[in-house]
């Protein structure tokens, strides 16, 4: 039997199953590269919750069109219109904080460890004195 979903939706689907397996490498990541992958995605512009606003902007300007021509409920529009408003609130409160978020992607300077010098060994014979 043939898939007859579009194109477009089976992206959904495979960009669906890639942020699962974005969160995955997030669960397991060390610090620094959680910092690398949490900049990427948060970035308000080029990043995940940049680009999925947009997108949810997109969604409301289609389901307006569709209300205003009764195909849809015009609380569909009202609700993808709120959507696409918290993300690009949560964008701008977080982008407050991506200059942090991004400090910890650079390499952590190495602390050098100073190890103290070694004790000279104690000997089991007494020292003699010299007369």
Not at 30 to 52: C, F, H, S, W
Request: with cysteine; aromatic share 2%; glycine share 6%.
């Amino acid at each position: 039997m043939t898939d007859t979903t579009c194109y477009p939706a089976r992206l959904a689907d495979d960009i669906a199953g890639l942020l699962d397996t974005l969160n995955e490498h997030l669960i397991q990541a060390t610090p620094q590269e959680a910092a690398q992958i949490l900049a990427k995605v948060l970035d308000g512009e080029n990043g995940v919750l940049g680009r999925m606003t947009g997108l949810m902007v997109t969604g409301a300007h289609f389901a307006k069109d569709l209300s205003m021509r009764d195909l849809l409920p015009s609380e569909v529009w009202l609700a993808l219109g709120r959507a696409a408003n918290e993300l690009h609130d949560i964008g701008l409160d977080i982008d407050e904080h991506t200059d942090t978020i991004s400090a910890l992607t650079a390499p952590q300077p190495q602390v050098a460890t100073v190890t103290p010098a070694p004790k000279p060994a104690v000997s089991g014979t007494p020292a003699r004195r010299h007369r």
